[in-house]
């Protein structure tokens, strides 16, 4: 076999990257539970400062400070041999509610690592492999990872560009979230609409418990409630608005679900569709955020689909012609895509 050596090293030369990606993540992981990155955000220090600061030992945190350097997720100045975070490095790694905190994906990678014997098994048996199988992990880093951009985005400018939907929910309208896992869209709403009423609806009965917890600190226990119930069989008629976000494409029969919707809707409702943002070809997607999206998929999205009636697998990177289908196919008689962000595609459907 003839060997191509420059693209062979090219090869390699992202490998070492990617290895390195891979091994940083734990240190990610370790730092955000210690809170190390939000001691760092107040100020340079050297090791021995940072380990006081943090009550942490100083011979290990030498060793994850210079990972984080390394990684370029910490500055280091050797004329001074402190560590400190930029602005821009605090705003993605200490500040919990910015649109650009990074953390919670790196949980979600730890999930996907835990599952990997269970991944390898389905891969062989074609079994899938529910959402309440994972580890615990995943659903704490989905909320996290997702939130940040629900709370820039959801009531700033995709609510908003919903035909009249805005008006009514300042006014006071019923709303279904489905799919709601830990709240976070849901508390979000309605702390922007007092006036509505939320009802969060999922199958995972601990997710619910953690949402529940979490309008509470919130302020709008209120308004919101929580319970369990399918994509297909949640109670309630002539809602103004129902809510899926990023979760379409997990369900077992998405057109069942959008069906549902459909009958629950107010002959004048909507029903916002969030989900990863995707082209229709595979082609289209590869690239550094189809990597990130086709990764999950194959480790949650995919089989949680599989493990559901029906199994229609459509993925994290369905695409906007496969949703159209399933919408339109399911009698809505108007689909269109009203905002997009580098992570997410939302659209409009209604009856």
Known sequence: ????????????????????????????????????????????ADVATLAQRTGT?????????????????????????????????AFALAEEGSPAFIPGAFQIAVAQFKAIPKIASALRTGLGLGWHEHDTSLFRGTERFFRPGYAANLVASWLPALDGIEARLQAGAEVADVGCGHGASTTIMAQAY?????????????????????????????????????????????????????????????????????ESLAPDGSWMIVEPFAGDRLEDNLNPVGRVFYSASTFICTPASRAQDVGA???????????????????????????????????????
């Open 313 to 351: 697998c459509l993925g994290a990177q369905a695409g906007e012609a496969r949703l159209r289908g399933v919408v339109t196919g399911a009698g809505f008689s108007r689909f269109r895509r009203v905002a997009e962000t580098p992570f997410n595609l939302v659209f409009e459907a209604r009856p």
């Open 57 to 89: 030992d100083p011979r290990y945190l030498l060793e994850w400070l210079s990972a984080q350097a390394a990684s370029g997720y910490v500055d280091y100045d050797p004329a001074t041999q402190q560590f400190r975070l930029s602005e821009e490095q």
């Open 194 to 262: 007092p006036r509505s009423r939320f009802t969060g609806f999922d199958y995972h009965g601990p997710s619910l418990e953690v949402a529940r917890a979490s309008a509470e600190a919130a302020g709008v226990a209120g308004n919101t409630g929580f319970e369990i119930a399918s994509a297909k069989d949640f109670p309630g008629r002539g809602y103004a608005l129902v809510t899926m976000f990023d979760c379409l494409h997990d369900m077992g029969d998405p057109a069942g679900a959008a069906a549902h919707v459909r």
């Open 1 to 44: 076999m003839a060997l191509d050596e420059a693209k062979l090293n090219a090869f390699m030369g992202r490998f070492v990257n990617d290895i390195g990606a891979v091994m940083h993540a734990a240190t990610v992981v370790v730092g955000d539970q210690l809170g190390l990155y939000k001691a760092m955000a107040a100020g340079a």
